[in-house]
């Protein structure tokens, strides 16, 4: 077991646990705090995503690095690798930036009207879940078994 493999089991479980923290408790949570406006939690959510995105970009690049330098490789996690990517890729890619564009305007205090690209980002922030924790799950499973 090198150290690169440690962190291609531990680094899973960090990104695991800051969408967990942030995208199904925090976000969700905002909302129900005292004073709290739906502009206000909007403009919140767009700075906390951001840094979640981000955060997300830097371990899935370190996560790649510990993979192609360790010894613990197989197909399935190289598989969940890639379906994390692909998550990540369509969240800040692609959802965030049309999320981005209307949280602006309600931030501005227009009526954006409703919108379902929330719904796309909560399943995209599911299949982050299932593939990175799948991802640490194989990677413990290459280093200990």
Not at 118 to 124: I, P, S
């Amino acid at each position: 077991m090198t150290g690169w493999d440690v962190l291609q089991a531990a680094l899973p479980w960090v990104w695991v646990g800051m969408v967990l923290a942030i995208s199904f408790l925090e976000a969700p949570l905002k909302f129900r705090a005292p004073g709290i406006t739906i502009p206000l939690g909007v403009g919140i959510g767009r700075l906390v995503f951001r840094a979640l995105n981000a955060i997300e970009l830097a371990l899935a690049a370190a996560i790649s690095v510990a993979v192609l330098a360790g010894d613990a490789r197989t197909s399935g996690i190289w598989a969940a690798l890639a379906v994390a990517w692909i998550a990540l890729a369509a969240k800040a890619g692609v959802v965030r930036p049309l999320m981005d564009r209307r949280a602006r305007r309600v931030v501005a205090g227009e009526d954006a009207g409703p919108s379902r690209m929330h719904l796309w980002y909560v399943g995209l922030e599911l299949v982050t879940v299932a593939a990175v924790g799948t991802l640490g799950v194989l990677s413990l499973d290459a280093i200990v078994g």
